[in-house]
């Protein structure tokens, strides 16, 4: 994806449809949760999922507004929950900036690139759920396969309602995303976070830092940021080695978790939707890919990931 370019002129923004999310390319989901008002709840929701075990699945199906629920209070619940997956398709997406930009001139189109890229998500709801439930819960799943079916759905229901309710926030009823999210916040969930791989200390080193950054250090940051705007195409080819490593490693879901707390760190660190759009998140990004797989990644590709760091100069 290119981003905007402070001063410039925005790039053609091309027709757009859902991105569906893996964990492969967890990053990519990263951008639109560091945009969205509650994105950092909606990562907290996917690393728990990641993180649990079979006691921290029970718990979950325990608190399922289905249980012990008749067969038309199950469907009178089913109803409800389809019914805010159809209000959570008005989360804004950047398709809607590519029709909105045709309709105006130069300018405008300019203008809704930008406010789209703060805002627009590049996946959506359906593509949310669908990583839950098929990836993150799916068969790699070390604690999943131990529950019965009806568990297992309960436990994937608690998830996949937060995550939504989470998710489309700006757009749900208060009343519809309390319903929603309330099951995921009341279950007694563990505090063991999810597995960051054999880099995991160095990697919570660097989440640490960022999330001590005070205004010079954000500044310093969007600087680098700038002064990196041609380094894209080496960006992404990195992105996609280090990701082919975690892959072919077996190390996907440890790189995902990454992923998502950095998103978290993000937050924390006080950078807000413009930065992530205008390409900050993209940097962090690229350092938590490179340190999380420094050990499998040729050494061009991890100084492509790493030169914000470089520029910063932080040592790890």
């Known amino acids: 994806m290119v981003l905007p370019v402070r001063g410039r002129t925005a790039p053609a923004l091309p027709e757009a449809l859902p991105v569906p999310y893996s964990l492969v390319s967890a990053a990519t989901l990263g951008f639109d949760l560091v945009r969205l008002p509650e994105g950092g709840d909606v990562a907290d929701v996917l690393l728990t999922a990641l993180a649990a075990d079979e006691e921290g699945l029970r718990a979950l199906a325990a608190v399922s507004p289905a249980l012990g629920r008749d067969r038309e209070q199950r469907r009178v619940l089913a109803v409800r929950g389809r019914r805010a997956r159809e209000m959570a398709v008005g989360v ?64 994937a229901g608690v998830l996949a309602d937060a995550a939504v309710g989470y998710w489309a926030a700006e757009v749900l009823p208060p009343l519809v995303r309390r319903e929603l999210v309330a099951p995921f916040s009341r279950a007694e969930r563990r505090s063991a976070g999810a597995d960051l791989g054999p880099l995991a200390a160095t990697l919570f080193g660097l989440l640490g830092e960022l999330r001590a950054l005070d205004e010079d250090g954000r500044a310093g940051w969007r600087a680098v940021v700038d002064e990196g705007r041609g380094d894209h195409r080496s960006w992404a080819t990195a992105m996609h080695e280090a990701s082919w490593a975690a892959h072919l490693s077996g190390r996907t879901r440890a790189l995902a978790a ?59």
């Open 92 to 155: 804004p997406h950047v398709r809607d900036a590519a029709r909105e930009a045709t309709a105006g001139g130069p300018a405008d189109r300019t203008a809704v690139l930008v406010a789209q890229l703060e805002r627009g998500t590049i996946g959506d709801a359906p593509t949310l759920e669908r990583l839950l439930r098929e990836d993150v819960l799916g068969p790699e799943h070390p604690a999943v396969a131990a529950l019965d079916e009806d568990t297992a759905e309960a436990a």
């Open 258 to 316: 990454a992923q998502l707390s950095a998103v978290l760190a993000f937050l924390d660190a006080g950078f807000t939707a413009r930065d992530g759009a205008a390409g900050v998140w993209n940097a962090v990004a690229g350092c938590v890919q490179a340190v999380a797989m420094v050990d499998l990644l040729d050494a061009s590709s991890t100084a492509a990931l790493l030169l914000p760091l470089t520029r910063l100069g932080a040592e790890l």
